[in-house]
């Protein structure tokens, strides 16, 4: 019975210390959140971010998690899109349809600027023979929305977070 308290009172120990050293305080918290936003705002204005996409939307059906490989990078004036698609196509797409997954020049760049935590952005590229709208809001800690509006089908909406990079 005395073997059971020890053990028990050394666990608690550990546990206490193992949270004691694990805690940051409002200090290194606000610090932290100052380098996050500070990098997010970098890497926006200078055109060269990736946003790691972990959650799609359909317009039908339900929301679907993701592996950690489906991504969105904007290279400048590139657009490298490789999302998964689901969804109805108004127009038939004759050739090599890759629906999402391409890399292509980007027509237009729209940059709205921060408002309410939030920055949004619209960016428009044509691949093969359609057009796609990017609409994304990416919060000033990276967290990020992404509506894709093709033009010849149903769009979608993706959720993630902006990769780090340095």
């Known amino acids: 019975m005395k073997t059971k308290s020890v053990i028990l009172t050394g666990l608690v120990m ?4 193992i949270v004691a050293c694990s805690t940051l305080t409002t200090a290194e918290r606000a ?17 060269h971010y990736e946003i790691g996409v972990d959650m799609m939307t359909p317009r039908r059906g339900p929301s679907r998690t993701l592996p950690n490989d489906w991504s969105l990078e904007v290279r400048g004036d590139t657009l490298v899109s490789y999302l998964p698609y689901f969804g109805v196509a108004y127009e038939p797409l004759f050739g090599e349809d890759k629906g999402l997954n391409f890399t292509a020049p980007i027509k237009t760049y729209e940059d709205k600027g921060f408002s309410k935590g939030k920055r949004s952005i619209h960016l428009q590229v044509n691949n093969n023979s359609e057009t796609f709208d990017y609409y994304l809001e990416v919060s000033d800690e990276g967290y990020a929305t992404i509506d894709v509006i093709p033009r010849k089908r149903e769009g979608i909406s993706f959720s993630g977070q902006m990769a780090d990079k340095d």
């Open 31 to 47: 610090a932290k959140k100052a380098e996050r936003t500070a990098y997010v705002k970098k890497c926006l204005d200078s055109k």
């Open 14 to 17: 550990m546990s206490a210390m």
